[in-house]
């Protein structure tokens, strides 16, 4: 990336009497010119993402019930993270499917994507057609993708159809089993994030030198041996990408689940539990920043991986 | 001969893996669309795994007319057509500075937005939902005087979070350019202004493209800020507004398929008119351009 940078001065780490001259190049429009491009993105990022962010982890530390005006928020410590860790039902459930929902997207559809994108790169007959099917339900919203597999699961669907059972009595209930639910729910997230993998890995592949593919090809390694062993190692920066991008949308799920039951019975997870604790019958803020901060929590190692891998170079 | 039969078997794998995964990503789609098009009391009758016997357009027309579904689409515009166009602006004008120009704030500020942008929603609107009861807007935006509920509230968010993804995007692209051409523009005597809207924000045109796919596309898809700003159902753009049509159209599943598929017939077109802007926009930002 170094080589890249194509900065008028020296980098950013040119000695301060430099800088000064340099700025003096501006005139009095210029600077405030400068200062409204920065300032007025910034100022409403900051205003909009960062300070609400930084209150909810204020908010986790005190009680509120969202009712009263801000008079009413009383500090607590850290009694909603005690209660929730021993009152609270559905926080060991939630905790359970996130960590679920992890591992089962770094085994299957991650290692799936991967294999997906080895096969079309082979650029095979119908490799294009395939392609574009494994694309489609990255333009599908999660929330038509949950309406669009309830057709297939759902009692009378196209599932128990196959199964030769739709009766409402004795059927497969797919949603509705507590035990089965949350494993149809990470089929279905799975369709979805498969084709995202498989699509950053087939941008990556295509910037891998070529001459590193026939010079195992001379050596006469085998189209597998020459991914697993050249492509693969040479594909390290899309690979932490792949992690993080799967370590963060794994915390982040909430559109699917909600749509199919609002996160219940057996499907509950942290991001719909902060939602319930606001917006739910009894209004607890303080739970639901603590869940959030939580979450936060769980979300800054990997946004601090990615920081690390994508500005690296540049310092 | 050995290494002919070889690939020959490992060409026939592929394509039973492939056929079979191409299979699974299909059905689910094309099983919604032509439930879609089939009469509720026909499917009551003989199940929903059966040979159609009349295939009609009804249920779209009662989802979209009867069940006034248009209005949502014109929300979906009036939300996403704003919330893309200052995105992409504001984006780039932050993009423009720290790449263009040696502050030291250049990577700090690149990591805040960039950052911002990861973090969980849920993290965010506790306060953001309080901050927007308490913000008051003129009474012609909202007759409650308050910024929650209104589309303008949406469309804020969705710039504050997206112009993070757009910024980290936007300056990776713009390091590409040479800067030469920067230089010619400073030895011409050009403004900072000038040198960002007449020489550079013209060259940005294909990254503009390939992100504005992408984030109409998100905008449109987006669930969560919809629902949680947005308390008045009749506000809600389309994809929101699938959790009340579902509640709506419940007793009615082959209504509810056409509202599925007229919500994402939009993306569809999308995708298949803009495929290489879309996955362009998707590569630019995870692998560095």
Known sequence: ?315 | MVTGKKTALAHSITTVFLTIFGALWLVPILWTMYQSLRPYGEVLKYGSFSIAKTINFQNYYTALVQSEMWRYFINAVVVALPAVLLTLFLASMVAFVVSRYSFAFNIPLLMLFTAGNLLPAQLVFIPLYRMYLAIPVPHFINENGVLYDTQLGLILIHVAFQMGFATFVLSNYMKTIPKEISESALVDGASVWVHYSRIMLPLLRPALASLGVLMTTWIYNDFFWSVALLKTGNKRPITAALNNLQGEFFKDYNLLAAGATLAFIPTLIVFFALRRQFVAGLTLGSTKG
């Open chain 1, 1 to 315: 990336m170094s080589t890249t940078r194509t900065d008028l001065t020296t980098a950013a780490g040119a000695k301060a009497p430099r800088r000064r001259r340099r700025r003096s190049n501006f005139t009095k429009k210029d600077r405030a010119v400068l200062f409204g491009l920065v300032g007025l993105p910034t100022v409403l990022h900051v205003l909009f993402v960062w300070v609400p962010a930084i209150l909810t982890v204020f908010l986790s530390f005190t009680f509120w019930d969202g009712i009263g005006g801000v008079k009413n928020i009383h500090w607590a410590g850290f009694q909603n993270y005690h209660q929730i860790f021993t009152l609270y039902d559905a926080f060991p459930k939630a905790l359970r499917n996130n960590a679920l929902w992890l591992g089962f997207f770094a085994f299957v559809p991650t290692p799936l994507g991967i294999l997906l994108a080895y096969f079309i790169d082979k650029n095979l007959k119908g490799s294009k057609f395939y392609q574009t099917a494994f694309y489609l339900p990255m333009v599908l919203s999660l929330a038509v993708t949950g309406i669009v597999w309830d057709y297939v699961f759902r009692t009378n669907g196209l599932v128990n159809s196959l199964l030769g059972n739709t009766n409402s009595e004795t059927a497969i209930s797919w949603f509705g089993d507590p035990h089965k639910n949350i494993w149809v729910v990470l089929g279905i997230a799975s369709w979805r994030h498969i084709g995202y993998v498989m699509l950053l890995y087939l941008a990556g592949m295509k910037a891998v030198d070529p001459s590193l593919h026939e010079a195992a090809g001379i050596d006469g390694a085998s189209d597998w041996y020459t991914f697993r062993r050249v492509v693969f190692p040479s594909l390290r920066p899309v690979n932490v990408i792949i992690i993080v991008v799967t370590v963060i949308d794994s915390l982040r799920a909430f559109d699917l689940v909600f749509i199919i039951n609002r996160g219940r019975n057996g499907l509950e997870l942290l991001g719909v539990l902060v939602y319930e604790n606001i917006f739910g019958e009894s209004s607890r803020i303080g739970w639901g920043a603590a869940l959030a901060t939580m979450l936060f929590l769980m979300s800054i190692i990997p946004i601090m991986v990615y920081l690390y891998q994508t500005f690296r170079a540049d310092d």
